[in-house]
């Protein structure tokens, strides 16, 4: 799973749906790879402008990473460093193995070979 | 024509192999390049999320032709399939927006986010709807999982219904595949009673063997 997945998932259980512990996900034990990818920072700069920064800071601090600014980056067109440390942050970084659990019900979700399992088991299944 | 994404060494015993229902969604793709390239998303950056992804040339075509600039999740119940998108989609376009996940419908996505659904769903009217397998003997189950949608083909497009309001962004969208089996007018009918704030379209249509394909455009308007 890269980074950026984390900004758009949560937990599937259907009484998480309207807490605000549910999101973002709380990563931990997870091993991480970098996958290399193009840069494109015109994707980077547009895309931006959709992400819950908070989610960003929260998930990026479980996986050991405190270096971001507090505030969502604005103007960054020519900031060529930080474009690039975003770029590997949310595009390059692969969870390829790890749990994410949910801040409201502690339900675990597992991260297996690169692909986060979102399903329930059927008593907890909507 | 725009080409077909090539699926490399794909195994057709546990993913569904794509056929004339995959075929229509690429085709109106193709036929709404325009339309897709001039739309206004609510986000610069649109996201897309495709359900039952399969072997992913659905999320690889779209990738690849139609929105290059959006941020993918090509979503499945079954892990050989979301495995398989990936590799689709790297052979064939860019990976640095795609993803994918293991998941039952919209049920882990935030609400309200989505800009793009696309569900090519298991529409074939059967029985029931299978389980997911738990063990690897019950694998060959995969591929039915992908086609059997219950008495009337409708029980997992039905769920998925219930959801869309919540889950798509005001402007958003989503295109989803029938035959003539679901009722889908009638189908669209009642959900634009149910929703009022969605047009709900059909976009194409097609004979195919002996089934009737259409696909109808579910836009969120409010």
Not at chain 1, 29 to 43: A, S, V
Not at chain 2, 47 to 57: A, H, M, N
Not at chain 2, 101 to 107: E, H, Q, V
């Amino acid at each position: 799973m890269k980074f950026l997945t984390s900004n758009f998932v949560m937990c599937a259980v259907k009484s998480c749906a309207g807490s605000d512990k549910s999101f973002p996900l709380h990563f931990s034990e997870c091993k991480l790879e970098l996958e290399e990818q193009d840069f494109n920072p015109d994707f980077i700069i547009s895309m931006l402008e959709r992400l819950n920064w908070d989610a960003v800071l929260s998930v990026a601090k479980d996986l050991g990473n405190t270096s971001l600014p507090v505030q969502k980056p604005e103007n960054i067109e020519g900031n060529e460093v930080l474009l690039k440390d975003l770029h590997s942050l949310l595009l390059e970084t692969q969870i390829v193995e790890g749990k994410m659990t949910c801040g409201n019900c502690q339900h675990i979700y597992y991260i297996k070979d690169s692909i986060a399992n979102f399903l329930l088991p059927p008593h907890l299944a909507n | 024509m725009l080409p077909t994404p090539t699926i490399p060494s794909p195994d057709y015993e546990r993913i569904y192999e794509p056929a004339e229902d995959s075929f229509l969604i690429l085709d109106l793709f193709e036929s709404q390049l325009s339309y897709f390239q001039s739309k206004r998303f609510s986000k610069k950056t649109p996201l897309v999320l495709e359900i039952g992804t399969g072997s992913g040339i659905i999320t690889t075509f779209i990738n690849k032709h139609i929105l290059p600039n959006a941020i993918y999740v090509a979503s499945d119940l079954n892990p050989y399939a979301c495995k398989t998108a990936l590799r689709t989609n790297k052979a064939n376009a860019s990976s640095i927006n795609v993803d994918s996940i293991r998941c039952d419908l919209t049920t882990a996505l935030l609400p309200n986010s989505v800009d793009l659904l696309v569900f090519n769903p298991p529409y074939v009217p059967a029985e029931f709807v299978p389980q997911v397998p738990e063990t690897s003997e019950d694998e060959h189950t995969w591929v039915d999982i992908a086609l059997n949608g219950g008495p009337e083909g409708m029980d997992v497009t039905n769920q998925l219904l219930q959801s869309l309001s919540d889950t798509l962004s005001v402007d958003g969208e989503a295109y989803i595949l029938f035959c003539a089996r679901n009722n889908p007018d009638t189908v669209a009918q009642n959900f634009m009673s149910n929703y009022p704030n969605f047009k709900v379209e059909r976009v194409i249509h097609r004979k195919a063997g002996w089934e009737v394909l259409s696909i109808y455009r579910f836009l969120k308007l409010s």
